[in-house]
């Protein structure tokens, strides 16, 4: 359903539950909960796999954001941003 809605509202970046499991783990993480509890509340049986959510070392500064140029009209974008160009709005 999360694919089927995003795709419909134009994403060109394939969501799905897992996109929002991952997020709710890293934002407990990084508020400071233990990854025996997020571990818990995933329902994993090994801390491993809770380990594979855990996002809060991808993190990237606002500077870095706003360095971030997207190729449109220059050839081929890389996997990640393709498509982002044909809306026009992130130019």
Do not use: W
């Not at 508020?31 to 025996?36: I, K, M, Y």
């Not at 959510?53 to 941003?81: A, F, Q």
């Amino acid at each position: 359903m999360i694919r089927r809605r995003t795709a419909e509202m134009g994403f060109k970046i394939k969501l799905g539950c897992h996109v929002f499991r991952a997020t709710g783990i890293t934002a407990y993480l990084e508020a400071g909960g233990s990854l025996e509890n997020a571990q818990a509340m995933a329902a994993h049986e090994s801390p491993r796999t809770t380990k594979l959510y855990d996002r809060t070392g991808d993190e990237i500064t606002l500077d870095e954001v706003e360095r971030i140029t997207l190729p449109c009209g220059t050839g081929p974008s890389p996997p990640l941003l393709a498509g982002l160009c044909d809306t026009g709005r992130y130019h």
